[in-house]
Structure formats: C-alpha cells, structure tokens
C-alpha cells in the first residue's frame, strides 16, 4: 500500500495486478503483491531510494520497502514472441493492453485499493466465480507464443480447482507437444510446484490427460488412447501421501514410475520396472529430461532402487533393511511403499517390511563402522577397488551381528582379502 500511495501521490496510475488480485478475490492470502503503473522504469525509480532493475527492458523495477520487495512492471504489451517463451521487445502502453497480455482470465485483474475497486477487462471476474481457467484472447496464439503457459494452466487448474474451459483445453492439446522446446529447468521449476502439494491431486490426471506427461518425461512406450483416459483409483502417484506436501524427488519417484507402468500397477510390472537396472535408468531419463540437482537426482535414484530392492524375489537381508532404514530418504522410500501396498503391489511383502521397521524404529542402524580403510592399510593390504567391497562386506557383517567387535571384523576383511 505505501508503494502504491506513493506512485499515486506523483501523479501515476498504480494497480495491484495479476496473482494477488485473484488471490484476494479467492478470500486466498496472496504471496507477494505485483504492481502495475504506467510511470515508466525511470520514474519509478526516482520515486522510490531503494530500487533495483532486475528486468528493466521487461518495465520491471523492484522496490524494497521494510522486509517486502515490491515488483513494480510498467503497463506494457508484448511484441512478437520468437522462442517459444521470450517477447522478442515490449513497448509501454495501457492498463488495458497490459490485461491483454497476461495469460489466463484469473490472472488479468487489477484492483484499485485506493477506491476499493477491481479494474477487469478479461471477464476475470465472471470467470473466477464459474470457477473456469481461460486462456485470455485466442488461446492457440497464447500458448504458441509462450509454450510454459500449458503447464501455468494445469497448475492454476488444480491450485484452485478449476475447469479448464473448453477452447482453452483443446488448445492445450493442440500445443502439448510444443513443450519439447522449454528448458527443462523451468519444467521442473512448475512442476516442483504442481507435484509436491496436495493438489497434485487434480494437476497429475490433467498433465497425463492433455498429454503433457510425454514431453516432459521423453521414456517409455507412448500411451495409447485406451489407456490415456486416466483411472485415479489405480494410480500409485495419487496414493502418495495424498494430504501431505511431498519432497519432489518423491513426487518425480512416484510420478515416473506411474507414468512408465501407464499407471496399471500389476504386480509384474512393478517388480520389473523396480528392478535396479530398469530404476537406474528410469533416474537418468528423468534428470535429464528435467536437469534436476544432483542431490535430487540421488534422492530419487536412492527410493527407486531401495524400494526395488526390497521387493524383489529374494528376501532382504538384515543388513540391507538397516541401510535402507538408516538413509535419510528412507520415510520418502516407505511413503511409496505404502502406496504401493494399497495398491496391491506385493502387498505381503510390504505388510512384512512395515512390522521390520517398527521392530528397527528402537535399534542404531546405522553405527561407525568397526573397521576402515586405514585399518586395512595398516594391516599391509595395498589400496583398491577391492577396499570398497571388503569395506561394505564388512560392515553388512556388521550390521547382521556376524561380527562384534574391531578385532574379528579385521579377521574377516583379511579373510575376503585372501579370497581374491
Ligand atoms: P503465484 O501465486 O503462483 O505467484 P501469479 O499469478 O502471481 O501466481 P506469477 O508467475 O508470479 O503468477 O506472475 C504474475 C502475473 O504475471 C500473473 O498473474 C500473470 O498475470 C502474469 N504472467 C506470469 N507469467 C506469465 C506468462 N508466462 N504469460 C503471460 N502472463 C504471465
Ligand atoms: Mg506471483
């Protein structure tokens, strides 16, 4: 409101616009407040001391007032977009042509809080109440200049539960395939939001309806049209802790394992695609289709593999279920597991794991090894790529109690040292 007033006070138009508006009108508490003025980006920096130009050939000046950084854009339109996300220049205009360049009806709004008065000329409004997501203008020219727009839509669709009105959803497919040519980085940016709160509920089945899931992930058979239409009873990523936010490399976990299994979780198929070469592999598409972290990348890699691992046909050993307890992705790993459960998905096997950990919940799985590598330097063996295995071999031994203490741990390192 000060930054607002102060525009005000010299002489410029200044409008709450966009995500805060809608918000509002949603009795929603909005994240940050955008504003829109038509003083230019130099005005708007010789009225306020604290600003920044972040995007300035864009109009957008920050300004920074106590704890909040207030983003103040020039009322502006877009020229031709040349890459599929970029205007290629923008000139400043109208409060109206400004509306016109945003990109769903919700997000057009401005407010005047000064005549507490909603400024709409997309039929933002009508549109909200109907509870409708609309690509404002004609929507195949919107998500042809911008292709992130397809997942903006599915991501304000299920945040506030909205139809995608129909125009705008056959666009969408239409364009689907167009999201090939954005980054994965900004992808995985709106996916990250869609995917880890609890309304990932409404965006998955959409993603997977209006074909989005396909360019995004790039593996696996493509679906067919019978088995585009999405069951929400038989999808383990929907079993996922369904009222909690989930870590993304869980929700990418789940998520590529549905996708992969066309969301049909046969026994078989889950055992296949959890065996560790197909899980391997499955990690890999997924980084690098979305370029995520390494640390995310293990993460997911680490709940794949040890939930695989743990349903396969031969039964974990002791020190295997210590490990996978111990990881810090272990609750993320048992969050799938008990989706998978509740699908049916080796469920015995899942009921015998669940009273293991509670059985471990008590004990240290993860103790100091009794033995290390300088351990076995000092006893004359001469460093290797054996040192690794003779290390974890040692400390499954460990963790099985086949070994007590220091002294009969180094006993068996030599004794696996002499057998190569
Ligand atoms: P959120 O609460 O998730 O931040 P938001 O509506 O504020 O939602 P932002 O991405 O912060 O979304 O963008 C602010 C506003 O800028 C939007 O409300 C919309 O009017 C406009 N906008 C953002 N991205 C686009 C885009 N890709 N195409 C057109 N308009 C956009
Ligand atoms: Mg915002």
């Known amino acids: 409101m000060d930054v607002l007033s102060q ?87 109208t409060p109206q042509e400004d509306a016109q360049r945003r990109d769903f009806t919700i997000n057009g709004l401005f407010f005047d809080p000064l005549e507490d008065r909603v400024i709409d000329f997309v039929g933002g409004q009508a549109d909200l109440s109907n509870h409708l997501l609309r690509a404002i203008g004609e929507a195949d020219e919107r998500f042809a200049e911008d292709h992130l727009r397809l997942l903006r839509a599915m991501r304000f669709a299920s945040r506030f539960n909205l139809t995608i009105e129909p125009k705008t959803a056959e666009a969408i497919v239409r364009h689907a395939k167009s999201l090939i040519r954005i980054s994965p980085e900004r992808i995985a940016e709106e996916l990250r939001m869609m995917l880890t709160p609890p309304t990932r509920a409404g965006a998955w089945p959409r993603l997977w309806e209006f074909g989005l899931l396909e360019p995004i992930f790039r593996f696996g058979p493509p679906p067919t049209a019978q ?144 033995i290390s590598g300088e351990d076995l330097l000092a006893a004359g063996l001469s460093a290797g790529p ?3 295995r003779i290390l974890y071999e040692v400390y499954d031994a460990q963790l099985e109690g086949r070994v007590q203490d220091k002294s009969e741990a180094m006993g068996l390192a030599l004794k696996l040292a002499g057998g190569h």
Request: one cysteine or more; glycine letters at 6%; a positive charge.
């Open 386 to 388: 054996q040192f690794k």
């Open 227 to 370: 088995n585009r239409k999405f069951n929400p009873a038989r999808s383990i990523f929907l079993a996922v802790s369904p009222d909690d936010v989930i870590d993304f490399p869980l929700a990418l976990a789940a998520g590529s394992l549905c996708y992969q299994s066309h969301e049909s979780p046969a026994n078989a198929d889950f055992q296949m695609l959890l065996s560790d070469p197909f899980a391997r592999k499955l990690v890999r598409a997924v980084r690098q289709s979305l370029k995520i972290s390494n640390e995310e990348t293990d993460r997911m890699e680490v709940i794949l593999r040890g939930v695989g691992g743990l349903l396969q046909d031969a039964m974990p050993s002791v020190a295997q279920l210590k490990r996978f307890y111990a990881h810090p992705t272990a609750p993320d790993a048992i969050r799938l597991l008990l989706a998978l459960q509740q699908m049916g998905v080796r469920a015995d096997r899942i009921g015998w794991l669940r009273e293991r950990f509670s059985e471990l919940e008590s004990v240290d799985c993860a103790p100091i090894p009794l």
């Open 7 to 93: 525009l005000r006070k010299g002489g410029f138009i200044a409008y709450f616009a966009g995500g805060c508006v809608r918000d509002q009108l949603l009795g929603l508490q909005p994240k940050d407040f955008d504003i829109a003025t038509n003083a230019t980006p130099k005005q708007v920096q010789e009225q306020f001391s604290n600003t920044q130009a972040v995007g300035a050939a864009f109009g957008v000046i920050l300004v920074r007032r106590r704890q909040s950084v207030i983003e103040v854009a020039t009322f502006r339109s877009d020229a031709s977009y040349q890459d599929g996300r970029h205007p290629s220049a923008v000139h400043f205009s």
